[in-house]
């Protein structure tokens, strides 16, 4: 297939940032894309060669995770993070950027994605990753909102098995970093998935994330078993 040819000469930075840049793309004489990303100009995705484009690591990881509990049916545990842009908490999984010493340390993307996996699993909601605990790649790199940002996340499943543990106990949200907030946690069945998937909104009324929306289908899909 053959698009536009975007090279760096083309692109023009207009804002930079620590966690965001804005960039205006030259795709034809005169005529200019504006985009953001949470990358340099050097590491943006549009020019980076087909080969590249197949293979680089993605910028963070979004987690679907399953509670299984004796004699208990299994829940999908979700969280209510306040989304700046949004104004409002929204309903969500754990998530978070990808380091730069976790790509530096593990030498695979799948070792890194699963210790971005562990790391925000236990900043979010507290959970401890141990042997009674599965990280299950769903997907190693899909596009946030293309048509604006190149931004890209791993998806992941972290499916717990507590056992007779009681759930609150295991679940804090006191390792919340920097700008994060958070208000509780929420758990669904299968059939209450379904109803959320169904109305589009959460309890409060609010419309989701794709990436919620992409774990309540993980969820009631039952892929993950």
Not at 153 to 182: M, P, Y
Request: proline share 4%; charged share 30%; aromatic share 10%.
């Amino acid at each position: 297939m053959k698009g536009p040819e975007i090279t760096k000469k083309k692109i023009k930075t207009i804002l930079n940032k620590r966690f965001v840049y804005c960039y205006d793309i030259q795709y034809e004489e005169g005529r200019h894309y504006y985009a953001v990303s949470r990358r340099n100009k050097p590491r943006l995705v549009s020019i980076m060669d087909d080969d590249s484009a197949q293979k680089f690591i993605p910028d963070a990881v979004t987690c679907c995770v399953i509670i299984k509990r004796d004699g208990a049916e299994p829940v999908l545990l979700l969280d209510y993070e306040f989304r700046y842009p949004c104004g409002r908490f929204l309903l969500s999984g754990p998530a978070g950027l990808i380091e730069q010493k976790d790509i530096e340390q593990f030498g695979s993307t799948e070792e890194i994605i699963k210790e971005t996996t562990r790391r925000e699993v236990f900043e979010e909601i507290g959970l401890v990753l141990d042997d009674r605990c599965e990280i299950k790649i769903i997907s190693p790199l899909v596009f946030s909102s293309p048509g604006l940002t190149d931004e890209s996340n791993a998806l992941t499943a972290v499916i717990a098995d507590i056992g007779s543990d009681k759930l609150e106990d295991r679940l804090s949200q006191e390792g919340a970093e920097g700008t994060e907030c958070f208000d509780g946690f929420f758990t669904v069945t299968k059939k209450e998935a379904q109803e959320i998937l169904a109305s589009s909104r959460d309890a409060h009324g609010n419309y989701f994330s794709v990436y919620t929306w992409c774990a309540l289908m993980y969820f009631v899909s039952g892929l993950w078993e």
